[in-house]
């Protein structure tokens, strides 16, 4: 198992069993992102996609929060720069070709919301609580994060979450489409260690191509076909499939030289 080693407040990694968790840390302030944390996002992940360990990614919070946020004093010394700073983040999140996974517990507001909407699928804990709040800060929403947004829950709660403010529960989530799946106390970490596991158990080409494909990049079908050809994985798929055994798939994104 590998660990990042830095202090205060960061972001702090692990790889196990080729999934990759990421912790938001900063506790004091319920774990909301530091401008350093945002630029600390992109080279990370960065790392993460080349590293042939890693499948899949978890992201999370630590303690009982997934995050309140952007810490307010960056949006205080540069409101402009602190959001820039999380728009490419986020960015940069839903752009990596491999699998990501948000488990959220506690707050997930602001900031939060944009890295958890970022990542490909969401689990919630019981007690969750979701809100996208510019409208309280004067903060005008970047049209990327609004049309994710839009692209999760449809343009009338999109609209409900940015024009309000307001805090939505974990039924609520489920019900418009915010987050996938939602369990009980003490049982989203089993599930969502479970649920990673069957990711990095699967074809990572066809992932990568999925995500793509889901995001609009139908100028791309061609070279995923040819991507397919090239690799291995269609092969040692169908054959572990006749033999009756878990398929091992090799291709990763490394192996995308046009990606």
């Given at each position: 198992m590998a660990h990042s080693q830095l202090t205060g407040p960061r972001l702090r990694h692990s790889v196990a069993d080729s999934v990759a968790t990421v912790v938001i840390d900063h506790p004091a302030k319920r774990n909301a992102m530091t401008n350093d944390m945002w630029r600390a996002l992109p080279p990370l992940l960065d790392r993460l996609t080349a590293d042939p360990e890693v499948r899949v990614v978890v992201l999370t919070g630590a303690g009982p929060t997934f995050c309140a946020g952007a810490d307010i004093s960056g949006l205080r010394a540069s409101a402009a720069e602190a959001q820039e700073l999380a728009v490419a983040a986020e960015e940069a999140l839903a752009a990596f070709p491999k699998p990501t996974l948000a488990a959220i517990r506690g707050y997930c507001v602001g900031g939060g919301g944009q890295l958890a909407a970022a990542c490909d699928l969401r689990f919630a804990e019981e007690g969750a609580a979701f809100g996208i709040t510019p409208a309280k800060l004067g903060i005008?929403?970047?049209?990327?994060?609004?049309?994710?947004?839009?692209?999760?829950?449809?343009?009338?709660?999109?609209?409900?979450?940015?024009?309000?403010?307001?805090?939505?529960?974990?039924?609520?989530?489920?019900?418009?489409g915010l987050v996938d799946e939602v369990h009980a106390p003490g049982e989203l970490d089993k599930r969502v260690g479970e649920f990673a596991r069957v990711l990095a158990s699967r074809s990572l080409l066809t992932q990568a191509a999925a995500k793509e494909f889901a995001a609009g990049?139908?100028?791309?079908?061609?070279?995923?076909?040819?991507?397919?050809?090239?690799?291995?994985?269609?092969?040692?798929?169908?054959?572990?499939?006749?033999?009756?055994?878990?398929p091992r798939f090799t291709w990763s994104p490394a192996e995308d030289r046009q990606a």
């Open positions: 005008v929403y970047a049209a990327s994060s609004t049309q994710r947004l839009v692209d999760l829950v449809g343009p009338a709660t999109a609209k409900y979450l940015l024009f309000s403010g307001e805090l939505i529960d974990s039924a609520r989530a489920l019900r418009t990049r139908a100028d791309r079908s061609a070279h995923w076909t040819e991507q397919a050809r090239g690799s291995g994985d269609t092969a040692e798929g169908v054959t572990a499939f006749l033999e009756r055994r878990a």
